[in-house]
């Protein structure tokens, strides 16, 4: 699908996740590390018994379907092998700090001139200007300010932050779709195009409509845990169910068909199906018309057959019925998630310590264009003569000063 386009990979864990999945997409993505390494292969989890400095999972999770060099930037035969890299590029994907490639001089305004169509994706906290464009950040204070937090948590308790970090993963996604709008925009203009991403503005998208709750209802939405609050109605949206728990809201098209249910069950007595305008239940509580089972009944009932169910036969029951159950899935529920197993979605990735594990697939399956894992994460430096030294033709010394090798 990509498969014509050059990406340059200047980031770190912060923009990994973008070139990834622009690598996915076909395109040939050049990861360019400095000499002790990407920060990201610091992070944990380890692997045990990988040689040093491969043992990052995260790392090696972020990093498929790129090659990888190393570049000393900090030196003139290192910023002098990136420009000629861009020279041949279509894209670049950076994550320094604002104003840091421009102080080196490898930042956009002197690449467009090596490269007049280039596309460049710088990723930070809060974008390249602005009164916080320089202040710290990382994945909870962005959460917060992103305001992603003010919608999460126990309304009686602070709020919460997802607890696996998810900021530049947004961030990046988001990365990804700018890159390939403003390359759409370059194909229209002929222009070199900046693209700067704010994780901020990213995790502000990820609120949904409680963006915009405040323009239509005139208050903005608050903290509700797992209860949803719809005018004067308390409406309890996670359940226990045999094996864990389930999201559903007990509304008048689920309970059209779930009072079938129940009634099956020996839950409630047969006349309930008849006994209620199951329809248009909850407009008949919101304007507080009269009803035969109270929203206290109606909630205690659908507990009590939930509980005797597993998560996935519920989920299976919904499918088939056109009824909203979500399964709260752990890691484990999703590996054996039958969806994503008749998929083909698994993949079986060689780790840097000669052992195998299934991984996260594609995002997609295309017919047309189909997707492939064609590298696994590189190794630090793995590429360096084959794109330093026979793409760019520099001499073994020269590709040793451009890389930061010792010696």
């Known amino acids: 699908m990509l498969s014509p386009y050059t990406i340059l990979d200047l980031t770190d864990d912060k923009g990994e996740f973008a070139s990834m999945l622009l690598g996915d997409l076909g395109a040939d993505v050049i990861k360019i590390e400095p000499p002790e390494g990407s920060h990201s292969r610091t992070m944990e989890p380890f692997l045990d018994d990988a040689p040093e400095p491969e043992g990052s999972l995260r790392y090696f999770a972020f990093n498929r379907n790129k090659r990888g060099v190393t570049l000393d930037l900090k030196g003139e035969p290192g910023r002098s092998a990136l420009k000629s890299l861009a020279e041949k590029a279509d894209f670049i994907i950076e994550s320094a700090p604002p104003g840091d490639m421009d102080r080196l001089g490898i930042g956009f305004d002197t690449l ?53 970090p998810q900021v530049w993963l947004h961030a990046s996604a988001e990365a990804m779709v700018g890159a390939l709008t403003a390359h759409a925009r370059m194909l229209t203009t002929g222009e070199a195009q900046f693209v700067d991403v704010s994780a901020q503005t990213a995790m502000f998208w990820s609120m949904l409509h409680a963006r915009i709750a405040h323009q239509i209802q005139g208050s903005d939405f ?93 989920l299976e029951l919904g499918l088939r019925e056109g009824v909203t159950l979500a399964p709260v899935n752990t890691s484990e529920d999703l590996v054996r998630f039958r969806h994503l197993e008749e998929r083909g979605y698994w993949l079986t990735a060689p780790l840097p310590n000669g052992d ?52």
């Not at 594609?362 to 492939?372: G, I, Y």
Request: with cysteine; net charge negative.
């Open 112 to 164: 467009k001139q090596t490269n007049p169509k280039i596309v460049y994706v710088a990723i930070t906290p809060f974008g390249q200007d602005g009164p916080y464009a320089h202040l710290a950040a990382n994945d909870l204070t962005l959460a917060a300010m992103g305001g992603q937090m003010s919608v999460q948590g126990d309304p009686n308790r602070a709020p919460v932050r997802i607890t696996v």
């Open 356 to 407: 195998q594990v299934r991984a996260p697939g594609l995002l997609a399956r295309p017919t047309a264009t189909p997707m492939s894992v064609r590298h696994w994460a590189p190794t630090l430096g793995q590429h360096n003569q084959e794109i330093l030294g026979e793409m760019l033709g520099l001499s073994s010394s020269a590709v040793a000063a451009a890389s930061g090798q010792k010696g």
């Open 222 to 314: 608050n903290r509700g845990g797992s209860i949803l609050q719809l005018g004067t109605l308390t409406v309890p949206l996670v359940y226990e169910c045999a094996d864990g728990y389930l999201v559903m809201i007990p509304s008048g098209a689920t309970m059209t068909k779930m009072v079938h249910w129940l009634v099956a069950d020996a839950i409630v007595p047969e006349e309930w199906i008849e006994g209620e305008d199951w329809p248009i239940y909850e407009r008949n509580l919101f304007q507080q018309n009269a009803v035969h089972y109270q929203l206290e009944e109606v909630v205690d009932a659908v507990s009590r057959y939930l509980k005797r169910r597993t998560k996935a036969e519920l």
